[in-house]
Each structure stands twice: as structure tokens, then as C-alpha cells.
């Protein structure tokens, strides 16, 4: 049957598909809306599947926190090259997913991916939008974090970001000073304190077979490993490490310079690149 320019744009309208793509399935669904829509979007479940090894390390990390500043929220959305991260539609997608997030809260990642936009699914969307550049699309993170106040952070790139808690309403700026460290220096822990147990095991042995290999005595093998641990804490914790404005101030310092009662309660941090 004839496929009218008309009809192309109509579905096109309704499946965001590309017109070439849209053509083909209105042929082989011989003008039937509806079938040419699942047609589409079974194409974009087949293109899934095809890629589905591949990396998504382009795309979108977005930052959201409620209007109260108590809640904040991490989105990323990945896709396989750097053109199609850029492209408009893709942002808005990736914006429109987070903008959900943040309004629904929802618990996981799974739950995210059955929440609607419109009629169609975050699920459905992204499956879509990978038939659509024939590229691989992936909700690769979804994470909520709570406190008395929140600030987020989002790196240049768009790539990268973090969201910080805290027991109490502080300084905006200096709220977004200390998400900033958390994206720039990828700390393991807030402090010491909640370090998990297999990394402080972990650095214990690391420190322990160093001073071995070095040729030291068997009875302070111990106690040069705990001062390793010391050092990896000072490099690796949050509040130990040097503050990224001010190296010979540590985090903690900065703080309390601040507001002396504020308490970090814990961060969340995604990056496409990790």
C-alpha cells in the first residue's frame, strides 16, 4: 500500500523513530499504527540485544535535589560515543528520567526503569532510543541520599558527580566545595569510622607484606601496617583528606571553620569513566 509523507511524520511523532524507520515499519505493518509501533519497538529490543556488551562510558550524569535541599538524587544515563551524548534529545531524555527520580524517589534502578513518562516506560524509552541511533543506551546508576541539607555537584564533562549529606543546614557554597572534593578525589568513606571492613583488611595486608618485602622485623610488622592504614585514611577518607582549596587544611578543618556542629552523614558519587 501507498506510505504518505503524512503518515511517516505521524508515527514519527509517536515513536520519536527515525523517518526511514518509520517508513519501513508502516510498509510491513501495511499502515496499521499500532503494529508499526511495536514493529519499531521491537527493532530497538533487537538492536539492545545485538549491543548489549558494549560500553556505555559516554553520556549523561545528572544531579537533582528537592525543593526542601533534604534529598538529592544521581541519574546517568550511558551511551557508546561522545556525538550522540551531545545531542539534544538525548540530554532531555537523560533529564526527563532524572526529573522522575526526583519526584518519585523510587528505591532502585529496576524500579526507575518501570516508571512512566507519559505513556511509555524509562525502560521503554531508552530500548527505543537504542533502536532509534542504533547505539547501545543503559540507565548505568540511580542512587538517593538523605540529610538535614544536601548539595550536589556536577563536573564540566557531564560525565561525573556527587551529592553530599549533611546534619544540618550549612553554607551552600561551602556545601558545594565539599561535593566537589568528593567528585575530584573519589573518597572511599566519610571518615576512618565507616571505612568497610574489607578495605581497612585489605590496606592492613598490603602494609604488612610491603614492610616484609623490606626486610623489617616480625615484631613491628603490626604496627608499620596500621601506620600505612593511617596514611591511606589521610589520603582516602573524606574528612582526612587535604582540603582540594587549601592542601594544608584537611576537610574536616574546613568544616568545622564554617560551623563547628555540621556532620557529614555520608555521599554518594557517580562517574560514566570509573
Given at each position: 500500500m501507498e506510505i504518505k509523507a503524512a503518515d511517516v511524520a505521524k508515527l514519527r511523532k509517536m515513536t520519536g523513530a527515525g523517518m526511514m524507520d518509520c517508513k519501513n515499519a508502516l510498509v510491513e505493518a501495511n499502515g496499521d499504527y499500532d503494529r508499526a509501533q511495536e514493529i519499531i519497538r521491537e527493532k530497538g529490543k533487537l538492536v539492545a540485544a545485538k549491543r548489549a556488551d558494549r560500553e556505555t562510558v559516554e553520556g549523561s550524569v545528572i544531579v537533582k535535589i528537592t525543593a526542601d535541599n533534604r534529598t538529592g538524587i544521581i541519574v546517568g544515563l550511558g551511551c557508546e560515543t561522545d556525538f550522540v551524548s551531545k545531542n539534544q534529545e538525548f540530554k532531555d531524555i537523560a533529564n526527563s528520567i532524572a526529573e522522575l527520580a526526583i519526584d518519585k524517589l523510587p528505591a532502585d534502578t529496576e524500579v526507575l526503569k518501570t516508571l512512566t513518562i507519559g505513556d511509555e516506560t524509562v525502560d521503554s524509552?531508552?530500548?527505543r532510543q537504542t533502536g532509534k541511533t542504533g547505539e547501545?543506551?543503559?540507565?548505568?546508576?540511580?542512587?538517593?541520599?538523605?540529610?538535614?541539607y544536601v548539595a550536589g555537584y556536577i563536573h564540566m564533562t557531564g560525565k561525573l558527580a556527587s551529592v553530599v549529606a549533611f546534619s544540618k543546614i550549612f553554607d551552600a557554597e561551602a556545601a558545594k566545595e565539599i561535593a566537589m572534593q568528593v567528585a575530584a578525589m573519589?573518597?572511599?568513606?566519610?571518615?576512618?569510622?565507616d571505612c568497610p571492613a574489607e578495605i581497612k583488611e585489605r590496606e592492613l595486608k598490603i602494609g604488612r607484606e610491603k614492610a616484609i618485602l623490606e626486610g623489617k622485623p616480625e615484631n613491628i610488622l603490626d604496627l608499620i601496617a596500621q601506620g600505612y592504614l593511617n596514611k591511606f585514611y589521610k589520603?582516602?577518607?573524606?574528612?582526612?583528606?587535604?582540603?582540594i582549596k587549601e592542601a594544608k587544611q584537611s576537610v574536616a578543618d574546613y568544616i568545622k571553620s564554617v560551623d563547628p556542629e555540621v556532620k557529614v552523614l555520608g555521599f554518594i558519587r557517580f562517574s560514566l569513566s570509573d
Amino acid at each position: 500500500m501507498e506510505i504518505k509523507a503524512a503518515d511517516v511524520a505521524k508515527l514519527r511523532k509517536m515513536t520519536g523513530a527515525g523517518m526511514m524507520d518509520c517508513k519501513n515499519a508502516l510498509v510491513e505493518a501495511n499502515g496499521d499504527y499500532d503494529r508499526a509501533q511495536e514493529i519499531i519497538r521491537e527493532k530497538g529490543k533487537l538492536v539492545a540485544a545485538k549491543r548489549a556488551d558494549r560500553e556505555t562510558v559516554e553520556g549523561s550524569v545528572i544531579v537533582k535535589i528537592t525543593a526542601d535541599n533534604r534529598t538529592g538524587i544521581i541519574v546517568g544515563l550511558g551511551c557508546e560515543t561522545d556525538f550522540v551524548s551531545k545531542n539534544q534529545e538525548f540530554k532531555d531524555i537523560a533529564n526527563s528520567i532524572a526529573e522522575l527520580a526526583i519526584d518519585k524517589l523510587p528505591a532502585d534502578t529496576e524500579v526507575l526503569k518501570t516508571l512512566t513518562i507519559g505513556d511509555e516506560t524509562v525502560d521503554s524509552i531508552i530500548t527505543r532510543q537504542t533502536g532509534k541511533t542504533g547505539e547501545k543506551h543503559q540507565l548505568c546508576y540511580y542512587a538517593q541520599i538523605k540529610g538535614e541539607y544536601v548539595a550536589g555537584y556536577i563536573h564540566m564533562t557531564g560525565k561525573l558527580a556527587s551529592v553530599v549529606a549533611f546534619s544540618k543546614i550549612f553554607d551552600a557554597e561551602a556545601a558545594k566545595e565539599i561535593a566537589m572534593q568528593v567528585a575530584a578525589m573519589n573518597p572511599v568513606s566519610v571518615s576512618e569510622h565507616d571505612c568497610p571492613a574489607e578495605i581497612k583488611e585489605r590496606e592492613l595486608k598490603i602494609g604488612r607484606e610491603k614492610a616484609i618485602l623490606e626486610g623489617k622485623p616480625e615484631n613491628i610488622l603490626d604496627l608499620i601496617a596500621q601506620g600505612y592504614l593511617n596514611k591511606f585514611y589521610k589520603e582516602s577518607t573524606l574528612l582526612n583528606q587535604a582540603f582540594i582549596k587549601e592542601a594544608k587544611q584537611s576537610v574536616a578543618d574546613y568544616i568545622k571553620s564554617v560551623d563547628p556542629e555540621v556532620k557529614v552523614l555520608g555521599f554518594i558519587r557517580f562517574s560514566l569513566s570509573d
